[in-house]
């Protein structure tokens, strides 16, 4: 960098200057695409499980919590929900009044269905003297929309997901905060702990902090548990440097330099900070009311079972290799677990002898361990379960995202658009080595697999950088394990209106 301001802002943020010159060095060389084997299917790479193997899973996860294990349910839920409403804010500047869009029409068929309701009905008999349905009698649909969005009324354009009315109960209407609180306390207790943690905005974190407040007293008493939940934010040593078209540093009218959050692979640093053992992880908008909760239960113990069982076969495997008693027969029982139930392929096995093959195996065996469950393909976003390269020219299960695949390779293209499944961002992960240690997980990330995007600020165009995603890229060396789940598990609200399916209400 080029002058002291620049180094004592890059200094601030704890970013070291070799990173900022990485950074720099990404946008004038780009990111490879990664080399594919095929997509992961049932036949090769998806376990399917029958109903007497589900309950052998639940039972393995049942026994692990009762060993006083910490355990952590660990939320992303830094988002603003300003993208559900997208809609309803071009609803807003549009030179009609009433609604036109198939849309536009099925929000406001469906209004008093939900949860939010009632607040905004409120809201509205506040700031414009009647309610939702008087309004739209007189044909002023857009005030109902700007008491949802706007500051006068709900706010709901600059709230994050995690914080609006999702799904209506009898005696309240919870957020999706509330529902993965709940869910909590039926899959992720360890005896009386149960462990969750957010990752917020710091803007939203004292709403997030005051709604916690308010509900622990009464969720420890309706569950008959102890509730630790605790919060943390994308941490600024994780920004990222942005460059102008040209690829320099993109400055400010003030001629500082601009930095920009470095996507949702930072959370690495904060699933790093955890001290636990397992860690489940699920996105905060994918959550379903108490009626449609035994799917999610069911899964996420059998998952959390077969991370057990991988995790405990791995590290007998590595105490075994470590005490060096071991015969050609045990390297090639070995072999057959990382090729047949990891599904890693290692090159040249063949040319290895016993000393330098027990090395490569427990190299692929000392390392994270994630259970992912995946989905079938039903065309709804998501990364896809991949077989693909890895830099040292082994072969290993990975979550993709489109940008990480040649769009010119036809081949590629085929495997992505005809994959079988997707992941909808649903995991289980062991974050401690056989010895009880935490793994550095900053180690097992594969830095070339970020990406750059277009973007603008006060109307000039630049370049910002995304490290790698935290269910791809920044989880690329972990030893991963795909697992077939029901669609019922993924519920996901991309728009307000799907709050408005069965499954929501």
Known sequence: MDTQKDLAQIQKKGITQEQIERQLHSFETGFPFLKLKAAASPENGILVLNEAEQQTFIKRWQQYKSHGHRI????????????????????????????????????????????????????????????????????????????????????????????????????????????????????????????????????????????????????????????????????????????????????????????????????????????????????????????????????KQVLAGILIDYQNIAFNYIKKLDSGRYSHNDLMEIVRFVRHRLFVDIPDLKDLEDTNLAIALRTKLNRPMRVCGVVKNVGEPGGGPFLAYNPDGSVSPQILESSQIDSGNAEYMKMFTEGTHFNPVDLVCALRDYQGGKFDLPKYVDPATGFISQKSKSGRDLKALELPGLWNGAMSDWSTIFVEVPLSTFNPVKTVNDLLREQHQ
Request: hydrophobic fraction near 40%; proline fraction near 6%.
């Open 72 to 299: 952590t349910k660990f939320v992303p839920a830094s988002g603003a929900a300003s993208r559900m409403f997208k809609n309803l804010f071009a609803f807003l500047d549009a030179p009609y009044n009433e609604p036109t869009t198939a849309f536009e029409k099925e929000f406001f068929a469906g209004i008093k269905k939900f949860a939010f309701y009632p607040a905004l009905d409120d809201a509205c008999h506040v700031s414009a003297g009647q309610g939702v349905e008087a309004l739209m009698e007189a044909g002023d649909y857009k005030a109902v929309v700007r008491n949802l969005l706007s500051a006068e009324g709900l706010n709901y354009g600059q709230l994050p997901k995690g914080l609006l009315q999702f799904h209506t109960y009898p005696d309240e209407a919870r957020t999706p905060l509330e529902e993965h609180l709940v869910e909590a306390a039926l899959y992720a207790a360890s005896g009386y702990n149960i462990d969750v943690h957010f990752t917020v905005s710091p803007e939203h974190r004292p709403l997030f902090q005051a709604l916690v407040d308010r509900l622990v007293p009464i969720y420890n008493k309706r569950y008959g548990g102890v509730f630790h939940v605790s919060f943390s934010e994308q941490k600024p040593s994780t920004d990222t440097i942005a460059v102008n078209m040209d690829n320099t540093p993109f400055r400010d009218k003030d001629g500082s330099l601009l930095f920009r959050p470095g996507g949702h692979g930072a959370l690495i640093q904060n699933l790093a900070d955890l001290d636990s053992d397992v860690v489940f992880i699920k996105n905060i908008d994918n959550v379903v009311p108490d009626r449609l909760k035994d799917d999610t239960i069911r899964w």
